[in-house]
């Protein structure tokens, strides 16, 4: 009996043994060591136009605030210089009574220091001619006057402007078929004011 509890001792013992040699064997196994490398985020390259610094020559342009009125306009202005620029325009009324059309003519002659096309500053003499007309009769107003302001090409062209100034009506006239009458001059100046939108080109 003792005999037979000794060896089922020695068998215990040895397969004990070899368990603990197996996961000592399988501990030992190291793992790779993997090494993190870093990427750099990736940035978007933004190019940026470069300006173009378009000069503008012409100009198609029209007064704002007396279309409130039914007193509709429209401007040309042209370049004729490196800093010189004329402008015709014409207004007329849409509204009409006792049988009278109402019309207006008139051109700037603009100085423009900075050199830029229509755009920026700008100052020169003008002149318009105010003319009502019916049946038989026209009669005419005449003003000389100055003006300055300054014009901003926004994008694609679109231009806003602002522009002050005096103006001094220098005769008047009716006239009936081939007969003319000359009336005195208002006296006095008045002032005018542009705040026109445009498109340049």
Known sequence: MKKMMSLVLVVVL??????????????????????????????????????????????????????????????????????????????WVGVSGYGVNFFGLGVDLFWHPLQKGIEGWYFGPRYDAWIASSTGYTGMMHFIGVMAGYNIVIANGFTTQIGLGVQLNIVNSVSAGTSSTTIAALPGTLPCFDAAIGWAF
Not at 49 to 58: D, F, H, K, M, R
Not at 71 to 91: A, F, Q, V
């Open 14 to 91: 040895a397969f004990s043994a070899s368990l603990f040699a197996a996961s000592t064997k399988k501990a030992s196994v190291v793992a790779p060591v993997t090494k993190a490398v870093a990427v750099a985020p990736v940035t978007k390259a933004v190019s940026v136009a470069p300006a173009t610094g378009e000069i503008y020559e012409n100009m198609l342009v029209t007064n704002v605030w007396p279309w409130l009125a039914m007193i509709y306009n429209i401007g040309y202005e042209r370049m004729i210089g490196p800093n010189l620029s004329i402008r015709p325009r014409g207004t």
